[in-house]
């Protein structure tokens, strides 16, 4: 096969074609126009209307590994709002409402709710893929296993609140957003309370999601050596750059709310933000690049998972390298992404080429996502890298033209291999952790993602020229 290759050591377990070469899908004519692809991800939940992670067509919705995400994801949902935000605005609102009236509010550990924490998978109990996970994984719904959502929604409300106060008034299943927005920050200051000092993942679930972060896949967090990072104790780069992002809009609620009792002062949370700032380039950097995050090792020090990949793009992102003390780290990612290990015809690779553990159709080990790669080339052109966001772009919106749908993610290796996978396979390998039976080392994209019509959204409007 030329669609992946094989570690040493794997033994494929389970090999199955889901894409045939004559799927309209690899006709570029049949891509649905922005707006009809906009229309297809708005769904409802509690009554709001807000993006759906994914949905699947019609002729699509029998294949093995598609039909998953068709419902509200909290990462997922709040990044697509944010990319729509200038053909949609209303669904940002719309977004932090919905999660806002599933917010946790007590500790459960098969639904990983903690009080406080946004969720990240909002089901219908009847909900066929709900019934399955829960068979499979003992979840219960919704799911909360995700250490970003809350940072997002927070970062969401503070941006909203600068625009109209007045949200912060509006009422979600009794109450207010701006009490809920301290019930965040309180969920904030709690996950805090680590070894590192930063947001890690750590499951309660012993069967929920491993890494509770966008690249949530078991096999995601990669030392150099192609060791696969802790399960207990990983924290990842952009997450940083998140909760600096979401305590700094903290900061912003708390002057548009002074009678409210918020549980820390301003220069508290200035003095977080210094930390994390701090910590990232401790732990993360490593004398002349990042790693992708950090974890600890059996003895229990902290060490930097050094490997390359696009995570750091989104430092870039969010503010925390906004001052000018930082332009040596903001130089040194905008030549990490540009580089020929992470940039590819495709755009911003999930692991370096060079790396020894990529594969151009891995799920976060070698495939590129077009809102990865967009988020990072805002970032940026905010930063007036405005020659590297562009070559960003460009391969990005190119590689989404050429296909006939708005595609999850592609692979790494194209145009040498296909622009996205055709096959599933499974692997048994000697390294895997005990909690990793087998490990799915390739898959094809769901087809019509959220946050890549939101992508393609964004490079309309910032790229209206740059076309294939």
């Given at each position: 096969?030329?669609?992946?290759?094989?570690?040493?050591?794997?033994?494929?377990?389970?090999?199955?074609?889901?894409?045939?070469?004559?799927?309209?899908?690899?006709?570029?004519?049949?891509?649905?126009?922005?707006?009809?692809?906009?229309?297809?991800?708005?769904?409802?939940?509690?009554?709001?209307?807000?993006?759906?992670?994914?949905?699947?067509?019609?002729?699509?919705?029998?294949?093995?590994?598609?039909?998953?995400?068709?419902?509200?994801?909290?990462?997922?949902?709040?990044?697509?709002?944010?990319?729509?935000?200038?053909?949609?605005?209303?669904?940002?609102?719309?977004?932090v409402k919905a999660l806002a009236s599933v917010q946790g509010e007590k500790f459960d550990r098969l639904s990983e709710e903690e009080p406080g924490r946004m969720a990240h998978e909002v089901r219908e109990e009847n909900d066929p893929v709900a019934l399955?996970?829960?068979?499979?994984?003992?979840?219960?719904?919704?799911?909360?296993?995700?250490?970003?959502?809350?940072?997002?929604?927070?970062?969401?409300?503070?941006?909203?609140?600068?625009?109209?106060?007045?949200?912060?008034?509006?009422?979600?299943?009794?109450?207010?957003?701006?009490?809920?927005?301290?019930?965040?920050?309180?969920?904030?200051?709690?996950?805090?309370?680590?070894?590192?000092?930063?947001?890690?993942?750590?499951?309660?679930?012993?069967?929920?999601?491993?890494?509770?972060?966008?690249?949530?896949?078991?096999?995601?967090?990669?030392?150099?050596?192609?060791?696969?990072?802790?399960?207990?104790?990983?924290?990842?780069?952009?997450?940083?750059?998140?909760?600096?992002?979401?305590?700094?809009?903290?900061?912003?609620?708390?002057?548009?709310?002074?009678?409210?009792?918020?549980?820390?002062?301003?220069?508290?949370?200035?003095?977080?933000?210094?930390?994390?700032?701090?910590?990232?380039?401790?732990?993360?950097?490593?004398?002349?690049?990042?790693?992708?995050?950090?974890?600890?090792?059996?003895?229990?020090?902290?060490?930097?998972?050094?490997?390359?990949?696009s995570n750091q793009g989104r430092l870039l992102d969010s503010e925390i390298f906004r001052d000018e003390k930082f332009k040596v780290y903001r130089d040194a990612i905008a030549a990490a992404v540009t580089s020929p290990g992470l940039l590819g015809e495709?755009?911003?690779?999930?692991?370096?080429?060079?790396?020894?553990?990529?594969?151009?159709?891995?799920?976060?080990?070698?495939?590129?996502?077009?809102?990865?790669?967009?988020?990072?080339?805002?970032?940026?052109?905010?930063?007036?890298?405005?020659?590297?966001?562009?070559?960003?772009?460009?391969?990005?919106?190119?590689?989404?033209?050429?296909?006939?749908?708005?595609?999850?993610?592609?692979?790494?290796?194209?145009?040498?291999?296909?622009?996205?996978?055709?096959y599933i396979v499974d692997v048994k390998a000697p390294g895997l952790p005990n909690s990793l039976h087998s490990n799915r080392i390739i898959q094809p994209p769901q087809l019509i993602q959220g946050w890549t019509i939101g992508a393609y959204a964004w490079?309309?409007?910032?790229?209206?020229?740059?076309?294939?």
């Open positions: 096969m030329n669609e992946y290759r094989l570690l040493p050591g794997e033994v494929i377990i389970n090999e199955e074609r889901v894409l045939e070469d004559d799927d309209p899908i690899f006709d570029p004519r049949e891509r649905p126009d922005l707006d009809t692809a906009i229309s297809m991800i708005i769904g409802q939940q509690a009554g709001y209307n807000i993006p759906f992670a994914s949905v699947t067509i019609p002729r699509h919705k029998s294949l093995p590994g598609q039909n998953l995400f068709e419902c509200l994801f909290g990462r997922d949902s709040l990044l697509v709002a944010d990319l729509l935000k200038f053909k949609r605005p209303e669904l940002q609102l719309e977004v399955k996970i829960s068979a499979d994984a003992n979840w219960k719904f919704p799911y909360y296993g995700a250490v970003d959502t809350t940072l997002i929604w927070l970062k969401t409300l503070g941006d909203l609140a600068k625009q109209d106060p007045a949200v912060l008034e509006i009422d979600v299943a009794g109450r207010p957003l701006k009490v809920r927005a301290i019930e965040a920050l309180k969920w904030i200051i709690f996950r805090l309370q680590t070894p590192s000092g930063l947001i890690e993942s750590n499951r309660s679930n012993p069967k929920g999601i491993t890494n509770q972060v966008w690249k949530d896949s078991g096999d995601s967090y990669l030392h150099a050596d192609g060791r696969i990072a802790s399960i207990t104790s990983t924290a990842s780069i952009e997450t940083v750059g998140e909760t600096f992002d979401a305590l700094r809009a903290c900061i912003s609620l708390a002057k548009l709310t002074p009678e409210l009792d918020w549980p820390l002062q301003e220069d508290q949370i200035n003095a977080i933000c210094s930390s994390l700032q701090e910590l990232l380039i401790e732990y993360m950097w490593v004398g002349d690049h990042f790693a992708i995050g950090t974890d600890r090792d059996p003895l229990g020090a902290q060490q930097p998972i050094d490997s390359q990949a495709t755009g911003l690779r999930t692991l370096s080429s060079n790396h020894p553990m990529y594969r151009a159709g891995g799920y976060h080990t070698g495939t590129a996502w077009p809102m990865d790669g967009v988020f990072a080339a805002r970032g940026l052109a905010k930063f007036g890298y405005a020659t590297e966001a562009t070559e960003i772009s460009i391969r990005i919106k190119r590689s989404i033209e050429a296909i006939g749908g708005y595609p999850e993610y592609l692979r790494g290796d194209y145009p040498e291999g296909p622009l996205i996978s055709h490079l309309v409007e910032n790229y209206p020229d740059q076309s294939s």
